[in-house]
């Protein structure tokens, strides 16, 4: 029997390795699987554990009132090691891009223990764009036996950096898996602001924003452009729910507190999130992840960054990069409030993301390696 040992930090990863997660647990008789949790995110983590209802082995639980990167680093480091001596797997599967991905494939190496990489060879060739995260899959990439690239794109990125044929699987994105299992027509909102919004007959314009590279300035530009936006059409709404680094919130209540039709609400759990991605008319965000989920249902998305390692839906017509001065982020979301051409050809563009099926594929994938099936896994393509 092979033991897989899965490692989350963070919400996101959480969303995208649950269906793995639960692909993995129904092949008990060649797979043991556990779940290490770091809580590099506490709350945000949780939310989406309780979801997919999966209750973790090991709990670091090191997330504290103004952590940074020294810290979190620190901390994951020693936690993993005495989990890794603990429980001894013959695999560790990291996902993405985070601070805890890369500690965690680290110690996985100082114990020389296999590490599996999902969502590996997303790149934007900027050392700190976004920051830390380019380089933490970089490095997580070095330090990989196995790779599951999402894209065609992503596998073209490990190649030109020597990564072996052989090593990876085009898998498509494990968002997608998620998103299929979460989304739902009659899903009823609990919140009573969500609850009482025409979606039929406004249109919803859905923010995040959280990017360190952000922070300060750029943030206050974008939230400018918003109030321009919300002051000029009478049937749009905002619904942000907005991040709690202290930040992100200053720079909020500063330009938005008050505006018409802006609703500032807390982080949204993932299945309300998506719900209401589903209802919204556009995407407004600096997040990676939103790029690949907003595509597979219909929504046009304005990255409100310089840079993207997700080119691949800018590519299709579905994202456009659009930055974070005022003007130019006002005249893109004018366009697609306007132009009823253009709106029609970025939500109609074929999202290139993922079938729902890229658990299977990476389970598939593993059991061959391992000597547990005749062949591996058609790719996504």
């Given amino acids: 029997m092979l033991k897989v040992l899965v490692v989350l930090g963070t919400r996101p990863e959480?969303?995208?390795m649950a269906p793995l997660v639960k692909e993995l647990e129904k092949y008990p008789r060649q797979i043991r699987c556990k779940v290490a949790v770091t809580?590099?995110?506490?709350?945000?983590?949780?939310?989406?554990?309780?979801?997919?209802?999966?209750?973790?082995?090991?709990?670091?639980?090191?997330?504290?009132?103004?952590?940074?990167?020294?810290?979190?680093?620190?901390?994951?480091?020693?936690?993993?090691?005495?989990?890794?001596?603990?429980?001894?797997?013959?695999?560790?599967?990291?996902?993405?891009?985070?601070?805890?991905?890369?500690?965690?494939?680290?110690?996985?190496?100082?114990?020389?223990?296999?590490?599996?990489?999902?969502?590996?060879?997303?790149?934007?060739?900027?050392?700190?764009s976004p920051f830390p995260e380019e380089l933490n899959r970089h490095l997580t990439g070095v330090l990989a036996d196995r790779h599951f690239a999402p894209t065609g794109t992503a596998l073209d990125n490990l190649l030109k950096e020597g990564v072996p044929r052989e090593n990876i699987l085009v898998t498509g994105n494990t968002v997608i898996d998620a998103l299929q299992a979460t989304v739902k027509t009659d899903f009823v909102f609990a919140d009573p602001v969500l609850r009482r919004i025409d979606y039929d007959r406004r249109r919803v314009l859905l923010v995040t924003t959280h990017r360190r590279e952000n922070l300060g300035a750029p943030l206050r530009s974008v939230y400018l452009a918003f109030k321009e936006i919300v002051q000029a059409y009478d049937d749009v709404e905002i619904v942000f729910p907005v991040h709690k680094n202290p930040e992100v919130r200053r720079r909020v209540e500063e330009v938005l507190a008050g505006a018409p039709r802006v609703h500032l609400l807390e982080p949204l759990d993932y299945e309300p999130f998506v719900n209401v991605m589903q209802r919204s008319y556009l995407v407004l965000t600096d997040s990676g992840g939103l790029q690949e989920e907003a595509p597979a249902l219909g929504k046009p998305v304005l990255v409100l960054r310089d840079t993207t390692e997700r080119p691949e839906a800018v590519a299709a017509g579905t994202v456009l990069v659009v930055g974070t001065a005022t003007e130019t982020v006002a005249s893109e979301i004018r366009r697609l409030l306007d132009d009823a051409g253009h709106y029609r050809r970025m939500a109609g563009a074929v999202n290139p993301y993922g079938d729902g099926?890229?658990?299977?594929?990476?389970?598939?994938?593993?059991?061959?390696?391992?000597?547990?099936?005749?062949?591996?896994?058609?790719e996504y393509r």
């Fill in 14 to 16: 959480a969303i995208k």
């Fill in 39 to 128: 809580a590099q995110h506490r709350e945000m983590l949780d939310q989406v554990l309780n979801l997919f209802n999966i209750v973790p082995d090991y709990d670091l639980n090191i997330m504290r009132h103004g952590q940074d990167l020294f810290t979190i680093t620190g901390r994951v480091l020693a936690g993993m090691r005495e989990i890794l001596e603990t429980d001894r797997p013959g695999l560790v599967l990291v996902h993405g891009d985070t601070t805890t991905t890369f500690v965690a494939a680290l110690a996985a190496f100082y114990m020389q223990i296999p590490v599996g990489h999902v969502e590996a060879g997303l790149r934007t060739g900027h050392k700190y």
């Fill in 357 to 378: 099926r890229a658990a299977k594929r990476i389970a598939g994938a593993i059991l061959y390696w391992f000597g547990f099936a005749d062949r591996l896994p058609e």
